[in-house]
Nanobody, 120 residues
Framework: QVQLVESGGGLVQPGGSLRLSCAAS????????FNWYRQSPGKQRELVAT???????KYADSVKERFTISRDAAKNTVYLQMNSLKPDDTAVYYC??????????????WGQGTQVTVSS
């Protein structure tokens, strides 16, 4: 099992920045990707950013060049640095970890979510 706890959400003005943190605990064996998703009212959950165990990253077009996903392995923490925030970025942000082995998904773990509100 993997436990994920997000923090760092809050209210920020348009153009501002926030850094979300996701503290992971439990077995990290075969955890091959950490993801950040977001969901706003009336919309489907959207994949925002991915960081694989190889260190490669991928972003949704809507956040490219504004958001950065990173990981501090020593602290077992994944971050999402969000810059130039827009009202459309308002959502609950969820941390996700995926466990796979030889192409078979063995586990899909979620945090409780943290609210990000971008408003003046």
């Amino acid at each position: 099992q993997v436990q994920l706890v997000e923090s760092g959400g809050g209210l920020v003005q348009p153009g501002g920045s926030l850094r979300l943190s996701c503290a992971a605990s439990g077995s990290m064996v075969n955890i091959n990707a950490f993801n950040w998703y977001r969901q706003s009212p009336g919309k489907q959950r959207e994949l925002v950013a991915t960081r694989t165990s190889f260190g490669t990253t991928k972003y949704a077009d809507s956040v490219k060049e504004r958001f950065t996903i990173s990981r501090d392995a020593a602290k077992n923490t994944v971050y999402l640095q969000m810059n130039s925030l827009k009202p459309d970025d308002t959502a609950v942000y969820y941390c996700n970890a995926r466990r796979e082995s030889m192409g078979v998904m063995l586990g899909d773990y979620w945090g409780q979510g943290t609210q990000v509100t971008v408003s003046s």
